[in-house]
């Protein structure tokens, strides 16, 4: 099979929906990362995600809707603060987990009575929900384990061969994935970090927590291993630099190549150490979390060893850490 990359157009949209009709997988842009698409209703197309992606059979899917799509036929709204919740955030990087209907095939939630739903803001995206007029399982599209993709050449790189399309809506503009909360519950409890953050959701709700780390409702897919670029990997605090140099300079010894990967505040402290070659994921937490899988990619055609730089965790930089410290995970 021979995968094809194209704009998003009349006729790549017509391309698209034949497939999807067919059974079959298409990359799909979002504005958070690049998704694997296939229509949601059908047990067969589902499972072809997991077999195609080699993902966990017991790490659900979400399934991503049109913004004029009809909510309340895929799921039960029980919680008033939902509606609160799509007007702040929807079309956007926020994925509800709620009661499922049982409409979509029951692979999509791996047998859980619960459903995540998405309404993503990216103009190709929506243009390609309405033209396909169904409702879309997408897990991030790259192979389990890898970095997710950000743009359509990511996309190309794990599933050449292996999908027909390739929608091609640009790089991606959020760069982490969206904001996974389970909202069955009388408090809105984040399973999984993103660019909308706790105190997004504390100013609309007025209350909010993160899962505990080792809490059953966890969202399924949070404990394996993710997001690991083909490089080797370690990560340091600010504040251990000088652990980052000397590995630095031992790897350099044995011949291979060193990029660092840090906020532009550390790229300072770097530089000072006599430290040039660094990535700079850039200074805000909007530019940070554009750029942290853009550059896992970058490290890997670059450098055998990438060194992390670790940041202060707050805001979207909770989620962009916790992306980082599994992408750097030995
Ligand atoms: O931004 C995103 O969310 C991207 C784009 C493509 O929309 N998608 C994405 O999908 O990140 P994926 O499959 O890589 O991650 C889905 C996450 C997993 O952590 C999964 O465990 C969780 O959502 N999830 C899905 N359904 C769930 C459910 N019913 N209950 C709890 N967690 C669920
Ligand atoms: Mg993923």
């Known amino acids: ?33 690049y998704g694997l698409a296939a229509d949601a209703r059908s047990a067969q197309a589902v499972q072809e995600v997991f077999r195609v992606k080699g993902r966990p059979q017991d790490n659900p899917l979400i399934v991503h809707v049109h913004e004029n799509f009809d909510l309340s036929t895929l799921v039960e709204i029980s919680q008033d603060y939902v509606y609160a919740l799509l007007r702040a955030f929807t079309p956007g990087p926020i994925t509800l987990v709620l009661k499922s209907k049982n409409v979509v095939a029951p692979q999509v939630s791996c047998g859980l009575d619960s459903l995540a739903v998405r309404i993503p803001s990216h103009a190709g995206a929506q243009a390609f929900l309405s033209y396909v007029n169904m409702p879309i399982a997408a897990p991030s599209a790259n192979l389990s384990k890898h970095t997710s993709p950000v743009t359509a050449a990511h996309v190309l790189q794990d599933f050449s061969g292996k999908i027909p399309l390739i929608l ?97 505040e550390a790229q300072t402290a770097l530089f000072a150490l006599g430290e040039k070659s660094v990535l700079s994921l850039g200074k805000t937490e909007e530019e940070i979390a554009r750029n942290v899988y853009y550059l896992l990619h970058e490290a890997e055609e670059k450098c055998d060893l990438l060194i992390a730089i670790a940041m202060e965790e707050r805001g979207a930089l909770v989620g962009v850490m916790n992306r980082l410290k599994k992408a750097c995970a030995p």
Do not use: W
Request: glycine share 10%; charged share 25%.
């Open 1 to 33: 099979m021979v995968t094809e990359v194209s704009a998003i157009n009349a006729e790549s949209l017509q391309k698209a929906k034949e497939i999807l009709t067919g059974g079959g997988l298409v990359g799909m842009p979002t504005e958070t990362v």
């Open 168 to 264: 091609d809506g640009g790089r991606c503009s959020g760069g982490i994935e969206s904001t996974v909360i389970n909202v069955m519950g009388e408090v809105p409890v984040i399973l999984r970090s993103g660019l909308i953050t706790k105190e997004d959701v504390i100013r609309v709700v007025g209350k909010c927590e993160y899962a505990a780390e080792n809490a059953p409702i966890r969202s399924p897919g949070m404990k394996y291993r993710h997001y690991h670029p083909a490089c080797e990997t370690a990560m340091f605090p600010l504040n251990e630099l000088s652990k980052a140099t000397a590995l630095a300079a031992s790897a350099r010894k044995e011949g291979k190549r060193v990029l660092y990967l840090a906020s532009e």
